[in-house]
């Protein structure tokens, strides 16, 4: 595997910290082109020089909410290495709020940044990978897009929304020789919830125990490597503890599911 990647452009956004940030190492180290995006370039200039080879690595800034903007954003894309190979959809933020006290903004900011990015990004990407008949796209959902749990219906909602979204279009493209691979990481510990947003669009900021306790982002990035190679339609990321659990039950028994759940106040 460590040679799968040479040569292989991948553009990943959400870059600068996380699971993107291990991503990119993991990536360089199997000798792959990398293009940085988020919205913080010196972020995104110490992630690349932190890479194993970052003469091969390109940084583009670009801000998720700017609509209007991502699709020039592909076009400079394609440009810095002539081509893209992977499209790894990965930047984002999660909510922290009962639906009763979640503004209908949020919503539609959560919405905004998690799915609606991540398929203007898809349609303006989709005919470079059409015309060279391959391509991947690689989509960084959650077990949230599989099950809805307290405090996180916004964020649910839009990692849902991307299942289905990306179900679609594997379902027209694969006979293309265009791969989708949607993955449904567990608790990962990184700094999501110090950017989740609150009912009233505030900072959530908070550290949390569960995220504090996730599974490693540098382990994470290995089985994400793991499910690019072999191109898993999707995958689960993270340690086999009770989120895994979690999905297994609601595809089964659904109904036991809520009686497995914690209390319905945030810790
Ligand atoms: N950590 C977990 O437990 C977990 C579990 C399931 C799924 N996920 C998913 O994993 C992905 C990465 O999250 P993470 O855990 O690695 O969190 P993270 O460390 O907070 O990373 C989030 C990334 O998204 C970028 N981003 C945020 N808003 C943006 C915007 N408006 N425009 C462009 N980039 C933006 C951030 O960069 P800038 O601030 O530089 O823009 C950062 O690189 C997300 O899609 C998240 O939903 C995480």
């Not at 000798?31 to 919205?39: D, E």
């Not at 992630?47 to 690595?57: G, R, Y």
């Not at 599989?146 to 991307?162: D, E, F, Q, S, V």
């Amino acid at each position: 595997m460590k040679q799968a990647f040479k040569d292989k452009v991948v553009w990943i956004t959400g870059a600068s910290s996380g699971i993107g940030e291990a991503l990119a190492y993991a990536l360089s180290a199997r000798g792959a082109k990398l293009i940085l995006s988020s919205r913080r370039e010196n972020e995104l200039e110490r992630v690349k020089a932190n890479c194993q080879q970052p003469e091969q690595v390109k940084v583009l800034p670009l801000d998720l909410t700017d609509s209007a903007g991502l699709e020039a954003k592909v076009a400079v894309a394609i440009a810095l290495f002539g081509q893209v190979d992977i499209m790894v959809h990965n930047g984002g933020i999660t909510q922290r709020s009962l639906v009763a006290d979640t503004d209908i903004e949020v919503h539609r900011r959560v919405m905004e940044l998690d799915y609606f990015s991540y398929i203007i990004l898809t349609k303006a990407l989709l005919p470079h990978f059409l015309s060279r008949r391959s391509g991947h796209f690689v989509v960084t959902s959650s077990v949230m897009g599989k099950i809805g749990t307290p405090m996180r219906a916004a964020y649910a909602a839009a990692k849902h929304a991307l299942h289905g979204y990306f179900d679609c279009l594997r379902a027209e493209v694969s006979l293309q020789g265009i791969k989708v691979t949607v993955l449904t990481p567990g608790y990962i510990r990184t700094a999501i919830y110090q950017s989740a947003v609150t009912g009233d669009g505030g900072t959530f900021g908070a550290v949390s125990q569960e995220i504090d306790n996730g599974y490693p982002a540098d382990k994470a990035a290995e089985q994400i490597v793991k499910a690019i190679s072999k191109g898993t339609y999707e995958a689960y990321i993270g340690r086999l503890g009770e989120e895994r659990l979690a999905l297994f039950v609601n595809r089964f028994l659904p109904n036991l599911l809520i009686r497995m759940m914690p209390g319905r106040e945030p810790k």
